[in-house]
């Protein structure tokens, strides 16, 4: 009788600790946020891997028009305390004019639930002498916990 009692609390605990999995795995997606202008040609995307431990930044670029202005992308991830969130940490990518194809920021850590969370920017960017820098005035999109 209390073999059966055990392999039922066996049972029920397997159950009680694949099926809270389940969902949170579900909702992850690589893609959590895109946005692309000029029928495609420009974008930018929020990322994160199938288990939701890592988010990072993606600019695309698929204009070969050599004197299109540069971009860069910016992931940000704030942590929260009891006071708020605050900024942890901020990674930027940036392709020069003329530049194609994609480039990735560093990826960051994500949390379950609303521990921290993220946001993608997006900027312009020019050659300041040595590099190609953002110039600045980022657009950013809502936060993805």
């Given at each position: 009788m209390s073999i059966a009692f055990a392999a039922i609390g066996a049972v029920v605990g397997l159950t009680?600790?694949?099926l809270p999995a389940g969902p949170a795995a579900a909702s992850c997606s690589t893609v959590q946020y895109a946005h692309y202008e000029d029928s495609g040609e420009k974008g930018w995307k929020l990322i994160g891997d199938g288990s939701c431990s890592e988010r990072w930044g993606q600019l695309?670029?698929?204009s070969t028009y050599a004197t299109a202005p540069g971009y860069s992308v910016k992931i940000e991830r704030?942590?929260?305390?009891?006071?708020g969130?605050?900024?942890?940490s901020a990674y930027?990518?940036?392709m020069g004019s003329g530049a194609t194809g994609s480039k990735n920021t560093t990826h960051t850590t994500n949390s379950s639930g609303d521990a921290d969370r993220h946001r993608?920017?997006?900027?312009?960017?020019?050659?300041?002498?040595?590099?190609?820098v953002p110039d600045g005035s980022w657009t950013c999109s809502g936060w993805y916990y």
């Open positions: 009680a600790v694949v695309v670029v698929d704030h942590i929260k305390s009891p006071y969130y605050y900024l942890e930027t990518a940036t993608l920017c997006w900027d312009y960017a020019h050659y300041n002498g040595s590099a190609w």
